[in-house]
């Protein structure tokens, strides 16, 4: 027979037990409201909020606190934004940020805190390769992991031998640039001229106009509203339809596509992800995001989504021990989804998601612009089909690598 004293202790042991069990899990998640980059960083919001009403605000048998901050796309306030989540609102795990500049910033704090991070957007290649960390993962792919295919594609399927560039002139659109450019040449292409706008430019017309005659195709490399002028003020300088147009995996996403008309109809680019992308799992997911935003997915929105994914197979291993660093540590990086919007994932030993490429062309389905998949790339790793050993021994991808002998 329990004594009653005994039997009280126990009683009050469960309750604590439970209460512990029930304290939220927080979730900071760092994005850009203001801005050049806002309307993606919105995108990337739209993402986790659906993720986490569809699972009411609860994973791995707990509660969810959401702390959304607006770090104004400057990497000394993503700093500063991540230190108020790890520090004074004492975060388990942080989401975001979207800018792989941002990314950069704060990856050795979140080391040294040992706060677990996921990153929804920011691409920035080196954060998986030569500076890898243990508290840094991807749910998005780098910068360069879907250019690299898609410049074997453009110079072995497209046939295409001189093709300019011109990006963002920031490490988001150095890195799409030089992943294309290497896979481009390697393939028998030439890269003839590169060309960098300043990111916020509004006037993309003197770019334009510095165009070599002598190419068959231009590579963008743009994010948020620097794609939808470009693509407008091309169309208005007469090379529409006479100088085919090729993007990375933003620049005609579909928060930006909602905006566009025919001037982006034929652009083909490369992404992990399409709205149109016809699968009982994309399906659900765009049926769901129309009806809470009213319109189509795209890269912020599903990368954020994604992350939501990872988090919760993470926390399932662990029962929700989420304080349990290194245990959650543990199970996040041995994530693997076979039914993510964007196909089957999985992580590789530095934190970088395998998944497939889509090759996509712009196109109007029932009144509205898409990006339909016409070429699959299964299973494409960071490193493309280089030797990883060969891959991080040259100098990672930048604004100067790989160099631009044909220019």
Known sequence: MIHRGVALGLIFLLAASSAAAQEPIRIGFLTILTGALASPG????????????EHKNSLGGRPVELTV???AGSPAGTLAKARELAEQRKVH???????????????????????????PSAAADDLTQRKATQF????TSTSSLPTQPFGTYAAKTLGYKK???????FAFGHEVVAGFHKAFEDAGGQVVQKLWPKLGTTDQGPYIGQLRKDIDAIFIGFAGVAALRFLKQFEDAGHKGR??????????????LRNMGDEALGVISTMHYSAALDTPANRKFVA???????????????????????????????RGKVEDTDGFLKALREVAIADAPGGPIRLDKYGNPAHNIYIRRVERK??????????????????????EAEFLKAPPYSRNHPPCRSC
């Open 42 to 53: 919105k995108e990337m919001e739209n993402g986790i909020r659906l993720f986490l009403e």
């Open 69 to 71: 901050l607006d770090t």
């Open 93 to 119: 795990v942080i989401i975001g940020p979207l800018a792989a500049f941002e990314a950069y910033a704060i990856a050795p704090y979140v080391n040294t805190q040992r706060v677990p991070t996921i990153s």
């Open 136 to 139: 840094f993962v991807r749910a």
């Open 163 to 169: 093709v300019a560039t011109i990006a963002d002139d």
């Open 243 to 256: 100088i085919p147009i090729l993007a990375n995996q933003t620049a005609v996403d579909e928060a930006l």
């Open 288 to 318: 769901a995001y129309r009806k809470a935003f009213g319109t189509d997915p795209g890269y912020y929105s599903v990368g954020a989504y994604t992350a939501g994914l990872f988090l919760k197979q993470a926390l399932e291993k662990v």
């Open 366 to 387: 029932e009144g509205r612009l898409q990006n339909t998949v016409i070429h699959t790339i299964e299973n494409v790793s960071q490193f493309w089909n280089y030797p």
